[in-house]
């Protein structure tokens, strides 16, 4: 009895130890080598978008920074993603130099050799093998809020948050992991056109008025939703944090605008008609980067502070209503145009639109701050 039970034991062990390492490859496939990565090291590319980024177009975030970009890259096969500062990841830089290197394939290197190696990846299931990365664009450090201050052009661009999700075949094995960015946030742009300063009436501003714009009363933080159905390069999702019975949870705050244009020299600066008064305007530009939210509020969307040419200061407001909701977007921008009546010291929706915010590629590097 006790012969036979030993017998059954050594039978059922090997198989289950052939069960468990079934979703392992044997037999490994050679991998190529690439100029200026390790010998077995993974190799990331990021997927190219065609053209140019004009510069007047560099707030879009639409590249990669030369030893500035750090992603951190999972290959996980579990649930759950942490990608806080000392979470178990990999570390990559954006590197111009590796990408002539390789003709544009490989773009992005390990960060002091913490790098995957072909043979030491999990796979998932049967399928492949999965990559989940995230940029935090000019910091390192995590973060799961946006700034405040966004009329500093570093605090606007380190608000941004670029992701990618990609399922790597397992007959691809040893080839250029092409990751697709998102970016996974939301950015709320507004032009306002401001009447010309008229000195037979006294009326309009001069070409240096606008001295700030504020997002009242925004909601602030927001939280990573791992979704681990999600399809290869489809765009990661990110969830704001407006639910919460916790006032703490969810913060808000009075978001300054970013000034598209050169506050000091005052370049940059459109002009153009008033579509409703057909007076001539001063066109002038903001942006802010949120997370995604609905603003339905009786309460004023923006206020904008206007000097007059005698150095005073008017505020004047936008205030959308219950009927005239705005949204927040993923991955997009709301583009609102506001014509400022003087009269009234308020400002009034011309046309809104909401745009595709390009996904993130690596065809040139951005070197403006």
Request: charged share 20%; net charge negative.
């Amino acid at each position: 009895m006790h012969k036979d039970l030993r017998y059954i034991l050594l039978v059922v062990l090997p198989l289950l130890w052939t069960a468990c390492g079934r979703d392992l490859p044997v037999d490994l496939p050679a991998v190529e080598p690439v100029p200026g990565l390790e010998e077995g090291a993974v190799g990331f590319g990021a997927v190219k978008s065609s053209g140019a980024v004009a510069g007047q177009d560099d707030y879009l975030h639409n590249t990669f920074i030369h030893d500035v970009s750090y992603l951190r890259i999972y290959n996980y096969t579990g649930t759950a993603l942490d990608f806080n500062d000392n979470a178990d990841y990999k570390w990559y830089v954006y590197d111009e130099d590796l990408g002539s290197m390789t003709g544009g394939m490989y773009n992005f290197r390990p960060l002091e050799g913490r790098g995957f190696l072909w043979s030491e990846l999990e796979i998932e299931g049967t399928v492949g093998y999965k990559f989940d990365a995230i940029v935090f664009p000019y910091y390192q450090k995590y973060r799961d809020t946006v700034s405040v201050d966004q009329s500093v052009a570093g605090n606007f661009l380190a608000s941004d948050i670029l992701m990618a999700h990609h399922i790597q075949f397992s007959g691809d094995f040893g080839k250029r992991v092409a990751l697709k960015f998102y970016h996974v946030l939301s950015m709320l742009k507004v032009m306002v056109y401001i009447p010309k300063y008229d000195a037979a009436t006294n009326t309009g501003f001069g070409k240096d008025a606008a001295s700030d714009i504020v997002l009242p009363d925004i909601y602030t933080k927001f939280s990573f939703s791992f979704d681990t159905a999600l399809s290869s390069d489809a765009a990661p999702v990110v969830m704001p944090h407006t639910s919460s019975n916790k006032p703490d949870d969810c913060p808000k705050g009075d978001i300054s605008m970013y000034a598209l244009y050169d506050k000091s020299e005052l370049t940059g600066i459109g002009e153009g008609t008033d579509p409703k008064t057909g007076r001539e305007c001063w066109i002038c530009s903001f942006a802010a980067i949120l997370p995604v939210q609905e603003l339905v509020d009786e309460n004023a969307l923006l206020r904008l502070t206007l000097k007059t040419v005698d150095g005073q200061k008017r505020v004047y407001q936008y205030t959308p209503g219950v009927s005239k909701a705005v949204s927040i977007v993923a991955g997009s921008i709301t583009s609102l145009h506001l014509s400022i009546r003087e009269e009234e010291n308020k400002a009034f929706l011309m046309k809104a639109e909401v745009m595709p915010w390009e996904q993130a590629s690596a065809d040139m590097g951005l070197e403006k701050e």
